[in-house]
């Protein structure tokens, strides 16, 4: 009987097959996607130079804006430019490493990015129900080490996806029907039993949307109950109008990550693979795109710093004329 290695069964590399089905599609829906990256790649680094040179938002609420900012480039940065190769140029092929790497970046910082909103709401929580005692709860110290202790814990938790996937014997081809290497897609293409991989993968997704979504939730409540109880209606509506760009960053983000969750577990086959594709890129490319767009619009103080900015630029220009 013939007996083979586990590296024989270990493929060299893997083919990225884009979006099955709208192969022909493929080459227009690469110009939104790209249009899409430009201005998250745009947006993000223009809110980190913002938050580095100006003064005015060297506070928390702005420190945890940069870490999602940062988190929303490494997040779209790890997929995008690897999918529009594929639209573009046919360029399909992944080495089964660099595989591991993409698939380690997309989880991590997909995690980072959810707690990151949690830290976020619980940045509004402390804001509206403790104002006097901001300052001094959310140090620059206590800023620093929960945003390291978020980014520990997505890496803690995803890294042993990497070495569940990779020992992992691969004998059903290498072509994976993505535009990424997504845990479960490649470990679909595994001969051997993938059962621990799906439960502790079910087991991640609890542990941190489980957990960041329940501290999302107990901080609105309490901020909502606080906001209730004060007596000026313009107290109210100021108090209310700091949370709109968060609430936004969380429809955002969780929206499409709820759609794809649910839809594989029960929409059957009711739904085309190629929604589900289209659908799992919006999840990494929509939140970068937007969060600066709806954090621009909605927060004064950038919005005030970017019309100084620009103002001091037409200044410039005309007394250089």
């Not at 080490?145 to 004998?171: D, E, H, M, Q, S």
Request: proline share 4%; net charge positive; with cysteine.
């Amino acid at each position: 009987m013939l007996i083979l290695n586990k590296t024989d069964l270990t493929p060299a590399s893997f083919i990225l097959n884009g979006i099955p089905g709208l192969e022909d599609m493929q080459i227009w829906i690469s110009f939104p996607f790209c249009s899409m990256y430009v201005v998250a790649v745009v947006g993000n680094c223009g809110l980190l130079y913002l938050i580095r040179y100006e003064d005015s938002l060297h506070r928390s609420m702005y420190y945890f804006l940069a870490m999602l900012s940062l988190t929303d480039l490494v997040m779209c940065s790890s997929t995008i430019p690897k999918a529009l190769c594929i639209f573009w140029f046919h360029l399909k092929e992944i080495g089964f490493d660099e595989c591991l790497v993409q698939m380690f970046f997309i989880h991590t910082f997909t995690g980072m990015e959810s707690g990151v909103l949690m830290l976020m709401a619980l940045d509004r929580y402390v804001a509206i129900c403790y104002p006097l005692r901001y300052s001094v709860i959310l140090t620059n110290d206590v800023i620093g080490k929960v945003g390291l202790a978020t980014f520990l814990r997505g890496v803690l938790l995803i890294t042993p996806f990497t070495f569940l996937t990779k020992r992992l014997p691969y004998c059903r081809g290498n072509v994976i029907p993505h535009t990424y290497c997504d845990h479960m897609s490649v470990a679909k293409l595994s001969c051997g039993n993938v059962k621990v991989n799906a439960i502790y993968g079910l087991m991640v997704a609890l542990l941190i949307g489980g957990f960041d979504i329940l501290c999302i939730t107990v901080s609105y409540t309490m901020i909502l109950r606080a906001v209730v109880s004060l007596s000026s209606a313009d107290a109210r509506q100021k108090a209310f109008s700091t949370c709109t760009a968060h609430i936004c960053a969380i429809v955002f983000s969780y929206s499409p990550a709820f759609f794809s969750f649910f839809s594989h577990r029960f929409g059957g086959h009711t739904i085309p693979p190629s929604c589900h594709i289209i659908v799992a890129n919006i999840y990494l490319l929509l939140p970068p795109t937007m969060n600066p767009v709806v954090y621009g619009v909605k927060t004064k103080q950038i919005r005030d710093c970017v019309m100084r900015i620009l103002s001091g630029s037409k200044d410039t220009k005309s007394h250089n004329i």
